[in-house]
């Protein structure tokens, strides 16, 4: 059961660099000494780095790659390099059974193409979606997909997202029965498309399911913390999340720029500097790092691209949970009892 | 020339009650004395009102209005009370040209169905779109639509949607050549739905057109001041604009709760309050009032419910300036030039 608790790492993927993975990989390491990883990279440079980590030499095997996705790149182009490049190999090592997980922090169109050819959706799953977890008011976070593998959906994808959304908010967040909703412009029942209709009529039908379905959220609650999965489509929860991102950052820098107006603003800012940096911290993406393709053949977890060690130890960790949790298994399970019922 | 500037009001619209209305007409009035009102509610209670402001006497025409369109109401129902509600009759007095826009704070849905049925949308444009102000980093808002009128839209609405957001920021904001861009899951020509794709095609092809293609936009540069106008369809733009408006209070939450958490940054909290304000000032949806129906024959101004009487003001006053400036006029050129070139 090694392979279980082994972990490939694109050691090339993230906006730091080699040190900043290394150092993610040694965290992670350290909290869960069970661990152990493939190393997947340019071998000299993984081989130096490790010297800084001890700890890490003896749980960790090196694979060489000669060359490296850019973070520009087409998913199509970097489908073809995927036996040379170090997110092609570290998903390999999933496929091949060598790893349980694979971590990244590079390209998510590339890492998302790749994962899904070379993976291949579960049975009983029509499409992969992107799940992220996002800061809320709530005691957990909230997860949120599909965030961007697929631009169109129709009624069975959506249902099938809210049941792996759940099964995937029982292992991150710890929840028995996540409260599951589905994004839309309204509550009503008669709001939104069609499919989103369609979709809220399945779940109402899957009493049975491990998770509680709270109906259609409107956009302005998602960072209440009233449900733990928001569920849509790729287009919808890409623009949700983005926009979610960039107003905090717009309201951030409305911060900055108001107690930079005067010296009175100033100084209160240096006396009340203790409430700014927890504000900051609760909304840091290293401390809501990871999204993770749910619905193929093997566990796929995406860094921010600009993550800090603690961000990467924290994708590490997830990746580790989803394992350990048997997410995959879970999920199909889920997805037959509800089929099952259903016919 | 008298109708032109002349308003109708739905008295009764407002979660503040008709005292806030009232006041807010009556700042209007005082900033442009050239207004004239058409106030529609509940007759003896209006009058009553208008005790307290005597420069809206003259100026104001009272039209009485047996009921009153419910903040809950199905839009399909309140199209039926449209002869006896506020809402409807404020609505007509646009339709019989005794005033040149209408204001109401009133439900949104049943003010969008009734303002389509009562005015039709005009000559060329397939769909009428709701148009908002949206608070931004640069030195105007930022104009996006639409938020809610189409929840499906095809290339051709997308595009006349760009022609009226432009025309629209003409004037609201006073640019001569305001910045389009369309909202999309990335800024690649190839990313997103065909229709989006197809949409962009079109606009870029309007090089005469008084705007300036950006090209797509993603929801996390929304707010940051680098375009004037987004463009999506309904459902998209509802679920953008309420993440937007949710997460801004999310951050402002997180703001007031760690400021309380210890008593020095109460301290802090207090000597940089001037700091809070601003940000509280610039994000305030009532410095941002006023939603717009664009393409119906007619003007029609949706107000925050909750606007207070500086909200309602912001939003008659933007009634006046679409009247000033011929909305209307503008967008049927516009839109006229663009197609006698593309034909």
Redesign the interface.
Known sequence: MTSKARIAVDAMGGDGGLAVMLAGVAHARRRAPGLEFVLVGDEAAIRAGLENHPNLTAASQVVHAPEVVASDEKPSQAIRRARTTSMGIAIDQVKQGHAAAAVSAGNTGALMAMAKVALRTMPGIDRPALAALM???GETDTVMLDL?AN??CDARNLMQFAVMGAAYARTALDLERPRVAL?N?GTEDQK??DIIRDAANQLRSGAHLPLEFAGFI???????GEVDVVV?D???G??????????????????KR??R??I??K??????????E??RD??DPNNHNGAVFLGLNGLVVKSHGGANEIGFENAIQLAAKMVRDDLGRRIAQDLGNFEARAA
């Open positions: 800061p809320s008011l961007g631009t169109e994004l412009i939104g498309t409107e956009g302005d609650r998602i960072s209440r849509c790729g287009f919808t890409n623009i949700a999340l983005k926009t979610a991102e960039g107003t905090a950052r717009f309201v951030a820098d409305l911060l108001a107690f107006s005067s009175r603003s100084i209160g800012f240096l006396i009340s500097r203790p409430a700014t927890l504000l609760h909304l």
